[in-house]
């Protein structure tokens, strides 16, 4: 089980940036293969945002493409997640998770895949 922590949430503008950090220990790096941001809203199912593999291939969903970047240090310790251009259907609780390897990684948007899981942290957009 790996213990995550995110910050950097926040309230702004349509257009506005954020860029969330996400802190991670224990475990062991086969327990972060996968590092993903997810984001919910209240009464829906969590959505996958992004991936990033062991390797460093990442991978977003559609909505975000081109607006949002993914990355992380080499130890597997911060996982980051730059937001451009935030539109209000961005506004949502954004959560940092952690899974060991699986196939196919198409399945990345697949929150039961993911043993280890922040809290979240808060992301409104205002129009």
């Given at each position: 089980?790996?213990?995550?922590?995110?910050?950097?949430?926040g309230s702004v503008q349509s257009?506005?940036?954020?860029t969330l950090s996400c802190t991670?220990?224990?475990?062991?790096?086969?327990?972060?293969?996968?590092?993903?941001?997810?984001?919910?809203?209240?009464?829906?199912?969590?959505?996958?945002?992004?991936?990033?593999?062991?390797?460093?291939?990442?991978?977003?969903?559609?909505?975000?493409?081109?607006?949002?970047?993914?990355?992380?240090?080499?130890?597997?310790?911060?996982?980051?997640?730059?937001?451009?251009?935030?539109?209000?259907?961005?506004?949502?609780?954004?959560?940092?998770?952690?899974?060991?390897?699986?196939?196919?990684?198409?399945?990345?948007?697949?929150?039961?895949?993911?043993?280890?899981?922040?809290?979240?942290?808060?992301?409104?957009?205002?129009?």
């Open positions: 089980q790996v213990d995550l922590v995110e910050s950097g949430g257009g506005g940036n954020l991670a220990s224990g475990g062991s790096t086969y327990d972060r293969y996968y590092m993903a941001w997810f984001r919910q809203t209240p009464g829906n199912e969590r959505e996958g945002v992004a991936v990033i593999e062991a390797d460093g291939t990442t991978n977003y969903a559609e909505s975000v493409k081109g607006r949002f970047t993914i990355s992380r240090d080499n130890a597997k310790t911060k996982l980051a997640l730059e937001m451009n251009m935030l539109v209000p259907e961005d506004t949502a609780m954004y959560y940092c998770a952690t899974a060991r390897f699986f196939w196919p990684t198409s399945d990345w948007t697949t929150p039961s895949n993911f043993a280890s899981w922040g809290k979240g942290t808060q992301v409104t957009v205002s129009s």
